[in-house]
């Protein structure tokens, strides 16, 4: 009997008794329904990475394809720079997880994590001191408390994409770019205000497209 004629919930069944390293590089590639199965949300309703020092950013890549998945649980992983969990249902306290596990990092990205708020850029700022990047676009939780934290205890931020965090006023950003007047930035309101084709406006990045 070939396995493939198995039902769908037997095969995630055995899945389930997989480590997930071996369903996130090996199981997910081997063809489209393996592919399909390897994203089941069964899988995905806790994530523990605590095992896995040796985590490296495509592992999680291919990881934050799980859009399912509604716990991350990290430790200790200091060769993660890039992480993007754009889409992810997870919360302030799963991103606090990341930043302890990956000091390191450079680039986070959030967009579309509904679920984000002030307190995520909270825990960026204070945990991932060399930062370069957040994307929190569709965030709509997002006010300018959180912008100003985090703005004011990363030096190191060069970009911060905040399309569609309706809860970003114009003061705010004029506070920001006081603080790092190099930085890109996007906002809800800047591609309509009047001061779109200032020096400041011009040096915007557009919301990047969540990388599936």
């Known amino acids: 009997m070939n396995v493939n004629q198995l039902p769908e919930t037997v095969l995630v069944a055995i899945l389930e008794h997989l480590p997930m390293e071996t369903i996130v590089c090996n199981v997910a590639l081997v063809c489209k329904k393996w592919h399909q199965l390897s994203q089941d949300s069964v899988l995905w309703r806790i994530t523990d990475l605590r095992k896995h020092r040796n985590m490296t950013d495509d592992a999680v890549l291919r990881l934050s394809r799980s ?15 890039d992480v993007d969990l754009s889409c992810c249902c997870i919360d302030d306290d799963a991103v606090r997880v ?27 700022s204070d945990l991932c001191p060399a930062i370069v990047r957040v994307d929190c676009s569709f965030c709509d939780k997002i006010t300018d ?16 994409d905040l399309v569609r965090c309706n809860w970003i006023h114009e003061r705010c950003v004029e506070q920001m770019l006081q603080l790092h007047p190099d930085i890109h930035y996007s906002t809800a309101w800047l591609f309509t205000d009047k001061r779109r084709d200032t020096p400041a406006t011009r040096r915007c990045l557009r919301s990047p497209v969540p990388r599936f």
């Open 145 to 160: 408390a959180g912008v100003m934290y985090i703005s004011q205890r990363s030096s190191s931020l060069r970009h911060l």
């Open 67 to 81: 859009v399912s998945m509604r716990r991350l649980f990290v430790a200790n992983c200091p060769l993660l720079t």
């Open 98 to 124: 990341m930043a302890t596990a990956a000091p390191h990092l450079l680039e986070l990205h959030l967009g579309h994590c509904t679920d984000i708020t002030d307190q995520a850029l909270h825990y960026i």
